[in-house]
Every structure is written in structure tokens, then in C-alpha cells.
Nanobody
Framework: QVQLVESGGGLVQPGGSLRLSCAAS????????IGWFRQAPGKEREGVSC???????YYKESVKGRFTNSRDNAKNTVWLQIDSLRPEDTAVYYC?????????????????WGQGTQVTVSS
């Protein structure tokens, strides 16, 4: 069964950091690009970054410098480090897998989605 499970979300103060995890099971992650999306209350889901099997990374312009993707194919896990968190980063964060390489910073033909992890930035 193909599955992605996110974890690592939580409540953090502005300026803080979080490291989100996306763990894959049922397939070999190294053959897939992993995209991160977020959906804030009342807003559409937006893609924010992508990392492919070779480790090449792509970021939406608005998150460059604060978001960092990494992966360990042996552990079938991808991480999204978010630094200098802002209240506007509050959202449910999802990872999605697309076979092949990143089409850009946004995965467009996801083969699997995670259930999401809540990130809340508030003082």
C-alpha cells in the first residue's frame, strides 16, 4: 500500500523553526519527486517546494531562504526545515509524491498524498 505520512507540525512562536517529516511506505522513494504543499484556512492549497531523487530542490520564490528540503532515500524519508516562521506560514502542510523529477517547485501529477500536519505560528 502506497502511503505518505507527515509529522513534525505544532505550535511555534514567530521566528521559530520546525522540521517536518514525510515518511514513505509501499514504494521506493528515490524514484519520486516529493513536493510540499500547504493550505491555510480559507485559502487554496499552494505548492511551496519540491525535491527529487537526486536531491535537486526547487522553492516558491516567497519561501526561498527560509524553507529547506532534504531527503534520505535509505530511510525513505524527506524533510522540510522551516526557519524564521511567520504567522502567515500557519497552514496544514502536505507532502505529495510524483514519479520522476520535479517539474518545478510544484508537483503537478501526484501519485500519493499524505494526510497533512498542522503548523501554527502564534505568540
Amino acid at each position: 500500500q502506497v502511503q505518505l505520512v507527515e509529522s513534525g507540525g505544532g505550535l511555534v512562536q514567530p521566528g521559530g523553526s520546525l522540521r517536518l517529516s514525510c515518511a514513505a511506505s509501499g514504494f521506493t522513494l528515490e524514484h519520486y519527486a516529493i513536493g510540499w504543499f500547504r493550505q491555510a484556512p480559507g485559502k487554496e492549497r499552494e505548492g511551496v517546494s519540491c525535491i527529487d531523487g537526486s536531491g535537486s530542490t526547487y522553492y516558491k520564490e516567497s519561501v526561498k531562504g527560509r524553507f529547506t528540503n532534504s531527503r534520505d532515500n535509505a530511510k525513505n524519508t524527506v524533510w522540510l526545515q522551516i526557519d524564521s516562521l511567520r504567522p502567515e506560514d500557519t497552514a496544514v502542510y502536505y507532502c505529495a509524491a510524483e514519479f520522476g523529477t520535479c517539474p518545478g517547485y510544484k508537483v503537478v501529477r501526484a501519485d500519493a498524498w499524505g494526510q497533512g500536519t498542522q503548523v501554527t505560528v502564534s505568540s
